[in-house]
T-cell receptor, first 115, second 115 residues
């Protein structure tokens, strides 16, 4: 069973508000991913890290989303100004190594609702 | 871009019946993707069910099987005899072999097994 911890499990924000969620990867996993699963069950990759370094991020992430994985602290994903379309399940996953053949272990997710 | 299409749910089968969930993929940017089935049991996070990284090979786990068919770009999930405990949402996914390790998921197929 995965030991990726995500907090909070539920987050409710008004439009324009900041929304911040955290992720503690499995111990010893240097690679972290963030995905968004919307109400249509579509997954979207947002960003990934190896240790503290950003490897890849999509354009959407670069504009209103920010993320970091500081040393010895939880990783975080923050939406600067929430929009209704950001309502989704945000999944954090960690992996022992880079490369998609390496299993990604998922947390339970943070469900964001933007009113 | 890359995409995964799978059987639209929900799918309902009776215990001990056979099951097939179809999955086809389009990997426009990846020559030889790695293929995965993930599962989400009620109240739990996504977890890897099985993976295959070589075309023509079969992966198996917990009685489920899937064969990587490069010619038909398919990776159907099968089980000869389902159990009530198999009730879950199943996601087909593909990943890049290279350093870009993100996964591209299908929309999921909800399976309900009747006793």
């Amino acid at each position: 069973n995965s030991k990726v911890i995500q907090t909070p499990r539920y987050l409710v924000k008004g439009q324009g508000q900041k929304a911040k969620m955290r992720c503690i990867p499995e111990k010893g996993h240097p690679v972290v991913f963030w995905y968004q699963q919307n109400k249509n069950n579509e997954f979207k990759f947002l960003i990934n890290f190896q240790n503290q370094e950003v490897l890849q991020q999509i354009d959407m992430t670069e504009k209103r989303f920010s993320a970091e994985c500081p040393s010895n602290s939880p990783c975080s994903l923050e939406i600067q100004s929430s929009e209704a379309g950001d309502s989704a399940l945000y999944l954090c996953a960690s992996s022992l190594r880079l490369g998609s053949y390496a299993e990604q272990f998922f947390g339970p997710g943070t469900r964001l609702t933007v009113l | 871009g890359d995409s995964v299409t799978q059987t639209e749910g929900p799918v309902t089968v009776s215990e001990s019946e056979s099951l097939i969930i179809n999955c086809t993929y389009s990997a426009t940017s990846i020559a030889y993707p790695n293929l995965f089935w993930y599962v989400r049991y009620p109240g739990e996070g996504l977890q890897l069910l099985l993976k295959v990284i070589t075309a023509g090979q079969k992966g198996s786990s917990r009685g489920f099987e899937a064969t990587y068919n490069k010619e038909t770009t398919s990776f159907h999930l099968q089980k000869a005899s389902v159990q009530e405990s198999d009730s879950a949402v199943y996601y087909c996914a593909l990943g890049d072999r290279g350093s870009n390790a993100k996964l591209t998921f299908g929309k999921g197929t909800k399976l309900s097994v009747k006793s």
